[in-house]
């Protein structure tokens, strides 16, 4: 194969089809490290001494890993506290392993009891991680939760809301939101689903997710976008184009909901949640 078209030393592994480069491993990593920090920087959502939470998610445990240790490494001059959780549902020493764990302070289990597993689609995947994470971050009183959510990700949530009239669903398409005072973000807004795919797998970070995601736009959205698998607008530029968004938030989820509590949360039975956080809580 090639060699990479940024360093020119190094064999590529990776080709980006977005820019056409050709990119060795430590090009793509730099790529994606840079694209964390200018969407963390963007949010303005960190401040000095911000407690993270950085969960393993259900679906897609393999980018949480890359996300807990790329944030590691650049967040250290905001003096931030990360916490990553790991569900009991993965093998705690395969994930430990996997983890950067000399600028991470704290890594807990966690087991949530909660009808998990099943087919959902990324939105609603979304709330049912954000149910028992937002429980965890305001009993140990963290300030910022950072969810492995990806460009292709958000344009295919945008698609099928926008397709399917799903109005009340455009809370997880937004790369920040404010949840109970809390800041739930996505750091890897900038970047396409396929590059960190292929980082994850390259890497070494790859962990068979606990559920698969139901996403029955993707066939639309590929056949709309061709070979580049990424849709020109922004979160930002869709939004104010959705009219008449007068939402209270569920109680549970944090997402927009009519009622107290939103269809999913009540279908999943998730206020009877039961969550037990064990290990290494980290300094209080
Ligand atoms: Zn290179
Ligand atoms: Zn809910």
């Known amino acids: ?20 480069k050709n990119l060795c491993i430590k090009c793509l990593s730099n790529m994606i490290e840079r694209s964390v920090k ?4 963007k949010t303005k959502a960190l401040k000095y001494d911000s407690r993270i939470i950085i969960p393993i998610v259900h679906f897609s445990p393999s980018s949480s890993i890359v ?3 790329m944030v590691s490494r650049i967040e250290r001059k905001f003096n931030t506290t990360i916490l990553v959780l790991i569900p009991e ?3 705690y020493n395969d994930i430990y392993q996997k983890l950067e764990r000399s600028n991470i302070e704290s890594i807990a289990r966690v087991k949530v009891n909660a009808s998990i597993k ?32 990806t460009r292709t990700d ?14 009340e669903y455009l809370s997880e398409v937004l790369d920040i939101d404010y949840i109970k005072g809390i800041k739930v973000l996505y750091p890897f807004s900038s970047i396409e689903g396929e590059a960190l795919a292929s980082y994850e797998a390259i890497s070494g970070s790859y962990v ?16 709309v976008a061709g070979f580049r698998p990424e849709l020109d607008f922004g979160s930002a530029r869709i939004i104010p184009s959705i009219p008449n968004l007068e939402f209270g938030r569920c109680e549970i989820c944090g997402g927009f909901s009519e009622k107290k509590t939103c269809e999913l949360c009540e279908k999943l039975d998730l206020k ?5 956080i064990y290990g290494d809580k980290g300094p209080s």
């Not at 990479?4 to 590529?12: L, W």
């Not at 200018?38 to 920087?41: D, L, V």
């Not at 068979?208 to 056949?223: D, G, H, L, Q």
């Not at 009877?272 to 037990?276: E, F, G, R």
Request: positive net charge.
């Open 67 to 69: 996300l807990a240790n």
């Open 38 to 41: 200018r969407g963390i920087n």
């Open 154 to 167: 958000i344009s295919l949530m945008l698609l099928d809301l926008l397709l399917n009239g799903k109005k």
């Open 89 to 91: 549902v993965y093998n």
């Open 118 to 149: 099943g087919s959902l689609s990324l939105e609603e995947c979304i709330r049912l991680e954000r149910a028992w994470i937002l429980k965890i971050a305001d009993e140990l009183g963290y300030d910022v939760i950072m969810l492995p959510i």
């Open 208 to 223: 068979e997710p606990f559920c698969n995601v139901k996403m029955k736009t993707k066939k639309i959205f590929y056949s």
């Open 272 to 276: 009877n949640m039961q969550i037990s």
């Open 1 to 20: 194969m090639a060699l990479c078209s940024v360093c020119g030393k190094r064999q590529a592994v990776y080709h980006h089809t977005y820019s056409g």
